[in-house]
């Protein structure tokens, strides 16, 4: 039975776009437009915008994120943004691990966890991001390498933590480029992710955390790859950008639930 309970969870990962003014008419749009609950939306706009944007969002079922933390409370960290910032301007979820910060700012996996550590300790529905680059694919290392992201990433993460960790599978080839892993592959490896969490922690723990798929991910193709049994929702850059694309796929991962 695909999706056991699992709620689909839908991010939009605004990147470094938008300004004051387009973040505000953004997120009032999706905040208008998503209707029920019966899937996460969360959206991550740029920090600077995220306490205006976060009481925007306010009494609406759309979480505000950060597309990045800091792991120490506060301190001699000149640029950084600790995750009691975060939750000091109502944001309820953080991305760690962001392809784009593996591999153009150069985070290691043991930054990662230290990020993942604190945006869970903060009660932050945290995103741990992982994927294989386009000459890992090609090597066969797919999965070996999203096992590595994923155990050091949940290094020291108890089982218990888990309800607050969502994992998402981005090959680092197919984000931002059009290229979209087909929905077989998608689920290959959100079936061998799922097996190893199982191996981590237990079958139970598998069952219920949600993996969900980013990549070139828009209305066009979100309804096949959140059809697939283990993925259960979706990371949106470019596509969460307009309201009608990003709102078209929570309607996707919606119909999962029907
Ligand atoms: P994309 O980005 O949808 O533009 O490929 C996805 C992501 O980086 O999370």
Redesign the pocket.
């Known amino acids: 039975m695909p999706h056991i309970n699992r709620k689909p969870f839908v991010g939009g990962?605004w990147?470094m776009n938008t300004n004051a003014t387009d973040g505000l008419a953004l997120v009032e749009a999706v905040a208008d437009g998503i209707g029920n609950d019966s899937v996460d939306v969360a959206v991550y706009p740029p920090f600077v915008y995220l306490r205006d944007i976060a009481s925007k969002a306010q009494g609406s079922n759309l979480v505000v994120g950060a597309q990045d933390c800091w792991y120490e409370a506060k301190g001699a960290f000149t640029g950084e943004v600790s995750t009691e910032m975060l939750t000091d301007c109502r944001v309820g979820s953080v991305l760690t691990g962001?392809?784009?910060r593996r591999h153009v700012i150069g985070e290691s996996d043991e930054l990662v966890n230290l990020k993942t550590k604190a945006g869970i300790a903060a009660g932050l529905v945290t995103v741990l991001?992982v994927g294989e680059t386009l000459d890992q694919r090609e090597a066969g290392q797919t999965d070996a390498v999203n096992e590595t992201q994923i155990r050091s990433g949940l290094a020291d993460v108890g089982e218990g933590s888990l309800g607050l960790v969502v994992i998402?599978y981005?090959p680092v080839w197919?984000?931002?480029?059009g290229k979209t892993a087909t929905p077989e592959d998608a689920q290959n490896a959100h079936a061998t992710i799922r097996a190893l969490i199982a191996l981590m922690y237990s079958q139970q723990a598998a069952n219920a955390i949600r993996i969900i798929y980013?990549?070139?991910?828009k209305p066009g193709n979100a309804n096949e790859l959140m059809a697939m049994p283990d993925i259960d929702g979706g990371?949106?850059?470019?596509?969460?950008l307009t309201p009608g694309d990003f709102l078209a796929i929570i309607q996707a991962g919606a119909a999962q639930t029907a």
């Open positions: 990962n990147k962001h392809s784009e991001c998402a981005e197919a984000i931002g480029t980013g990549g070139s991910m990371l949106i850059g470019g596509a969460a």
